[in-house]
């Protein structure tokens, strides 16, 4: 018999009251899990998921991933770390650079120590696809946040603790999604769009959320995880939104993309293709072969970017989602 990845473990989320954390937490609760403990700046929020969240096996710390101090109190006796803390607003990180970089990068320094010093066992972070070839702050602050938990691998000494990182694309109905901003928009009538051509990767909550836990099993340290997921047009999501509306071409906004990639062609050559995702492997020579000794490796000349994809989402696939999802 399989035993859960969070069977009898102290699990602590990092940004565990965002639409990402909420919904890992709900899922941890249907396991036999020991403990969750939700690890977050905002005590407004805290008190809505308590009165939300009633289990008795769950765990409110207010605590910054800036301030080092509290990670290691809050990380006393926890086995799973699940990163999903960050500035991630594309726009207020462009206005607000440096409170990004103590988020994103310090945050993800103090992480990985305070994790390696407490003896937790595994640690999962969050990406996004913005932080493959980034031309935002966003992104360029993720891609270092996933390069020093790759290399944290290779600081854990004794220790036994590995790190990972998963990187998917934009998430159905998360907050700051174009899904409720084009849901407010319809009443207008008219629907603003950056750019006619523009294309993106599409998760649900709820598929981010298994791909953590399935890679929870999977990891041995130091792994990029990406699942193989639809692209949608950005014309058809405002279709599939608001069918009555008009369109308005508005332009692209600073640090905005046409498409999203997710492995590019210098990460292809140490890509491994799996049936539903891939692996970056990390380029450490303590990466041993027999981990991947079951993976395809990709073409030199592969990447993964959304406007290629080889899956699309209709229209009404995306009027079903949104449904679903929101």
Known sequence: MTVHPLSRKVVLVTGGTGS???????????????????????????????????????????????DKERLYRAFDGVDIVIHAAALKHVGACEYNPFEAVKTNINGAQNIIEAAIDRGVEKVIALSTDKASSPVN???????????????????????NTKFSVVRYGNVVGSRGSVVP?????????KLPITDDRMTRFWITLEQGVQFVL?????????????????????????????????TEIVGIRPGE????????????????????????????????KEYAADGKLLDETFSYISNVNDQWLTVDELRDLVVEEV
């Not at 009165?51 to 991933?65: A, Y």
Request: one cysteine or more; aromatic letters at 14%; charged letters at 30%.
């Open 181 to 189: 901003f084009f849901q407010k928009m319809r009443e207008t009538g």
């Open 257 to 288: 993309k046409l498409h999203e990639a997710m492995i590019t062609e210098d990460d292809a050559r140490h890509t491994l293709e799996y049936d539903s995702y891939y692996v970056i492997q990390p380029e450490f020579p303590w990466w041993s």
């Open 214 to 246: 399935d890679n929870l099993e999977r990891m041995h340290g130091g792994e990029i995880f990406i699942p193989k997921i639809p692209s949608m047009k950005v014309t058809d999501l405002a279709m599939a939104i608001g069918p009555e509306c008009k």
């Open 137 to 159: 702050l966003y992104g360029a602050t993720k891609l270092v946040s996933d390069k020093l938990f790759v290399a944290g691998n290779s600081y854990v000494g004794v220790k």
């Open 20 to 66: 990402f954390g909420k919904k890992f937490i709900r899922k941890a609760l249907e396991t036999d899990v020991k403990k969750v403990i939700v690890f977050s700046r905002d005590e407004l929020k805290q008190y809505e998921m308590a009165q939300e969240f009633t289990d008795s096996r769950i765990r409110f710390f207010i605590g910054d991933v800036r």
